[in-house]
């Protein structure tokens, strides 16, 4: 009997710890634990890593994550009430699990974990936007992470993915695209998750390229995106306006009709557009 056989049924848990599930906390629970393993499996081969898990619940996906041979398991939950459950979760697996209890925006996962580090978790769906950015953008490339897979709404998994033309298309896609390698890996129902969500989930894995797609200066793409996606339904030479006196021509340059809209660019377009205002800038700054 393998040790995850060990270890009681999640409905099992849930009713012993009395883990009804908090809106607030955005708890919509995994307890199907064949379910849980594929995830896990989603994340790759673990063996030689360690693992971040935000927002582990009952445990669920941090028995799939064990099971599956990950080295070490940090799992970083908020609600007090999970923690007897993990606890019973990390006695099965000595020395595998570590359990903070906290908030994940405030937690320096670094402190706790050694390279090479994937991160898996079925995300609290108020923070996961959130932390997903942070992880695009650290302070250094490549980050210490290898992989991230992620359980979002499908709506938030199509915006990462998106492609130029659609609708779901804009900075998340253009800010995970340009660092990573990203798809959809598994879409699941509503009813796979207790309490069911109003929406379907999908789960993303991405990985880390060791270096941008496209060479730019993050800070001036960042603007030169948001400026371009806030008035998406504006032509980029009156959308792009604020950004140059010249911008008709700096888009002829960068390979693009000043008349196209910004859900209409490629990644590798706007990087373009960005070396050459950072270029301008540099010119007007001597
Ligand atoms: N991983 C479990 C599963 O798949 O069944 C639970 C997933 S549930 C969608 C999200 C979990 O994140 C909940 O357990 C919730 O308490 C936890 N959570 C919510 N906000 C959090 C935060 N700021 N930091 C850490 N955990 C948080």
Redesign the pocket.
């Known amino acids: 009997m393998s040790t995850i056989d060990t270890l009681p049924p999640?409905r099992a848990v849930i009713a012993e710890h009395g883990l009804s599930?908090?809106k607030a906390?955005?708890?919509?629970?995994?307890?199907d634990l064949n379910l849980?393993a594929k995830?896990a499996r989603q994340a790759g081969d673990l063996s030689q890593c360690d693992v971040l898990?935000?927002?582990?619940?009952?445990?669920?996906?941090?028995r799939g994550l064990l099971a599956e041979g990950a080295r070490k398991v940090l799992a970083?939950?908020?609600?007090a009430r999970?923690l007897p459950a993990l606890e019973q979760i990390a006695a099965a697996y000595p020395g595998r699990l570590e359990i903070v209890h906290?908030?994940?925006?405030?937690?320096d996962p670094l402190a706790h974990l050694t390279p090479p580090i994937r991160i898996a978790?079925?995300?609290?769906?108020?923070?996961g936007t959130e932390l997903l950015v942070r992880w695009l953008t650290p302070a250094a490339w490549p980050p210490v992470w290898e992989s991230l897979t992620l359980?979002f709404q499908r709506e938030v998994a199509d915006r990462i993915v998106a492609q130029p033309g659609s609708k779901a298309y804009g900075r998340l896609a253009i800010l995970a695209q340009l660092r990573c390698d990203a798809r959809i890996v598994m879409t699941l129902p509503p009813e796979a998750?207790?309490p069911p969500p109003k929406v379907a989930s999908a789960v993303v894995h991405l990985t880390a390229r060791a270096q941008p797609r496209f060479p730019a200066d993050p800070a001036i793409l960042s603007h030169v995106v948001a400026t371009a996606f806030n008035q998406r339904r504006k032509m980029l030479r009156a959308a792009l306006k604020p950004l140059s006196m010249d911008i008709e021509g700096l888009l002829v340059q960068a390979g693009i009709a000043p008349t196209e809209r910004a859900e209409q660019i490629g990644l590798e377009d706007f990087c373009a557009l960005a070396r050459l205002l950072e270029a301008e800038r540099r010119a007007s700054s001597v």
């Open positions: 999640l599930a908090k906390l955005g708890q919509n629970f995994l307890l849980t995830i898990e935000i927002g582990p619940g009952p445990g669920g996906l941090t970083v939950e908020k609600d999970c906290g908030d994940a925006l405030q937690l978790a079925n995300l609290p769906y108020n923070i359980m998750f207790t």
